[in-house]
């Protein structure tokens, strides 16, 4: 079955390019100054611009006001907000409210009991991303090139709409796919040569080997 792929944390219009060139269905843009992926929304307004029907543009945020994401509405249009922080069930349904979009909501997880937290967001988050708890004292919530035990996710109900994130690269996402089939991929660390430099050359990889597991890109 197709899944979709989220290429995250683009910063570059090459990089933006190699996205959609290898068929990204979603292209993701980070707001968050500790990440090494972080763009302004001015920056992020004339990336995504290429992006426009091709694939759905993704702005990440975490525990942004709303203040950054009037900027961020303003600047770029996003097709869809992620929330990356610790955003309740109702500031979910707020953001959906004001700015009309679906809203993705991330979770960290390391073992089953994890998804528990899903709960009072289901029926209200457009989507979930799954990504690993980050390490002890690690600065960023997500894009930490770890990965989780992805048979813990053999437990949620079939349609859960969710991406899969958290250490994903073209050596172990046919792993992944088998293990956990889920229906949309994100990869961010994984497809870089270094923190927040996207590499063409592995973003073409990592496509390659999701073709090769039999779950060609929904693009």
């Known amino acids: 079955m197709p899944v979709d792929i989220k290429i995250c944390g683009l910063k570059t219009p090459e990089a933006v390019a190699a996205a959609l060139g290898a068929g990204a269905s979603h292209v993701g843009f980070i707001f968050f100054p500790k990440s090494p992926r972080n763009v302004s929304p001015a920056d992020a307004g004339g990336l995504r611009a290429a992006a426009t029907g091709r694939a759905q543009a993704v702005a990440v945020t975490v525990d942004a006001q709303d203040a950054l994401l009037d900027e961020i509405f303003a600047a770029m249009r996003p097709d869809a907000f992620q929330l990356h922080g610790a955003e309740s069930p109702e500031r979910v349904a707020a953001v959906k409210a004001r700015y009309r979009r679906p809203v993705y909501k991330a979770f960290a997880v390391r073992e089953a009991a994890d998804l528990a937290a899903i709960g009072p967001y289901a029926g209200v988050a457009d989507r979930f991303l799954f990504d690993a708890k980050p390490p002890r004292r690690a600065p960023l919530p997500g894009g930490n ?66 073709a090769a597991a039999g779950a060609p890109s929904s693009a």
């Open 145 to 210: 090139g770890v990965a989780f035990d992805w048979s813990v996710l053999s437990g949620l109900p079939a349609a859960t709409e969710y991406f899969l994130s958290g250490g994903l690269n073209a050596g172990n996402v046919g792993e992944a796919l088998r293990i956990a089939r889920p229906p949309a991929l994100d990869v961010s660390s994984g497809v870089e040569s270094a923190p927040g430099v996207k590499d063409a050359a592995r973003i073409a990889a990592f496509f390659r080997a999701v």
